[in-house]
């Protein structure tokens, strides 16, 4: 019966303890109307990579290449998902989509052992469930540490800078819409949505690299 309680909190409707700044409409489908629909653009820009993979490579696929596709979809699903209910599931299940493609690209261009991208995925499944805040801490924390690793790797230097500017203006707005939500909330100017049509676009030209 616990379990069952639990269970349906975790799926209720605005039972995240994380709430981004946007004016939360709870008569509409879409709590976070902006933040959903900008998750979205995830999935297209996923379906765009498999789509053009597949085009150009009939006979000699490239399968790695397609499954970063297929994560960056999964970004799009749950981020809209979590923005749609702000569910505590909803919130979870986006930071793990999120770990999941940075910890594959870890794996497939940094040559991670896969025992170590088990063991940080449940970690940080646990930290979400108890301190959300300091999973997306970690998170972005991770991703700067990929970003400065993947110098080493990038052939293409003007690609690599450029997702680097990218990846940092991003966070900018990201923090902006904790730092100062009340005055974005009274301007109706809520940026969440901007750091998501950014990250997307700076994952789908970061795709090059599996080419």
């Known amino acids: ?4 309680e639990n269970i349906k909190r975790l799926l209720e409707r605005n039972s995240s303890m994380i709430d981004f700044c946007e004016e939360n409409k709870y008569e509409s489908y879409f709590i976070e109307y902006y933040n959903t629909i900008s998750s ?6 996923g379906f765009i990579i498999i789509y053009n993979n ?51 690209m870890d794996y497939v261009i940094l040559k991670r052992e896969i025992k170590e991208v ?27 540490y990929i970003n400065r690793e993947l110098k080493r790797v990038i052939k293409e230097v003007e690609l690599y800078e450029r997702c680097k500017k990218m990846f940092y203006v991003s966070i900018i707005f990201w923090i902006m819409d904790f ?29 090059k690299i599996l080419d």
């Open 1 to 4: 019966m616990l379990i069952n």
């Open 118 to 144: 088990v063991i940080m995925i449940l970690g940080n499944i646990i930290i979400s469930m108890i301190i959300p805040i300091l999973s997306i801490i970690i998170l972005f924390t991770y991703g700067l």
């Open 179 to 207: 730092i100062i939500c009340d005055y974005l909330r009274e301007n109706y100017m809520a940026t969440h949505y901007i750091f998501h049509i950014i990250i997307a676009i700076m994952a789908y030209k970061i795709s």
């Open 40 to 45: 979205f653009l995830f999935c297209i820009l």
């Open 54 to 104: 597949m085009k150009n490579n009939m006979k000699n696929n490239k399968i790695r290449k397609n499954i970063y596709g297929v994560l960056l979809v999964n970004v799009g699903i749950f981020s809209g998902y979590f923005h749609g209910t702000l569910s505590e599931f909803g919130h979870i299940m986006d930071i793990m989509a999120i770990w999941l493609i940075i910890l594959y």
